[in-house]
């Protein structure tokens, strides 16, 4: 795994929010899907790890947005905690895996990576938490890598191209969305290596000519 992605270890990761903004709008839900790779070289995906946050102090709550996830910040049997808790919860096996993997640091892998990256640096930093084992601006986007590998960059349609079953009803929470990204993302790196993409062949030695 060490050597697949230069000393990085791929975790995804989902995160369902009350809107946009990762300063202003609350975090409600972070999940962490681990990924290991076989003997033959080929990337699966490992446990999953769920967190469901309290907003923080003065957090804004947009309703579009709770619609939309269907997420009641309030309901009691969420048993959500303070973002600095939920985040440490989630933090602790991604650096045991890094560990464990040899790696140097873990890299995020989201679908549109960018939106999931921000709201979770936006939290540590609110909960001035330290060691935060993500790369601080690296990412894998799999909308990226699907529009390339599949031409869809929708979630739901990247994976039904890709023959990952997905319902659209258990869609929008964090568990679930953010596995079948790390399904998507393990088949495109593998559909890679089977195309001879990684690894690279062995350097040729040249004959000896004396």
């Known amino acids: 795994m060490s050597r697949r992605f230069r000393g990085f270890l791929p975790v995804v990761v989902d995160v369902e929010t009350a809107g946009f903004n990762p300063e202003r709008d609350a975090l409600l839900e972070v999940a962490a899907v681990l990924l290991t790779m076989d003997a033959d070289g080929y990337l699966r995906r490992a446990e999953t790890h769920l967190q469901q946050i309290d907003p923080f102090e ?29 985040l440490s919860e989630i933090f602790s096996p991604i650096r045991k895996a890094v560990k464990a993997h ?4 873990a890299v995020l892998v989201g679908h549109n990576a960018t939106f999931d990256h921000n709201f979770v640096f936006a939290a540590a ?4 938490i330290k060691r ?26 990247a994976c039904k191209l890709a023959g990952i079953p997905f319902n659209n009803k258990e869609a ?5 969305d953010a596995e079948k990204t790390a399904d998507l993302f393990c088949g495109i790196v593998n559909r890679w290596k089977d195309l001879g993409g990684f690894p690279p062949p062995l350097p040729l030695i040249p004959e000896d000519t004396e």
């Open 172 to 176: 929008h929470s964090a568990a679930y």
């Open 102 to 105: 040899d790696c140097k640091r």
């Open 132 to 157: 935060n084992p993500f790369h601080p601006f690296s990412t894998f986007d799999t909308a990226t890598l699907a529009g390339l590998a599949y031409g869809h960059t929708v979630l739901a349609q």
């Open 58 to 86: 003065g957090a804004n709550l947009e309703q579009s947005a709770l619609d939309f996830t269907g997420i009641d910040p309030w309901n009691p049997e969420r048993e959500a905690v303070p973002e600095r808790e939920g």
């Open 125 to 128: 930093m609110r909960s001035d």
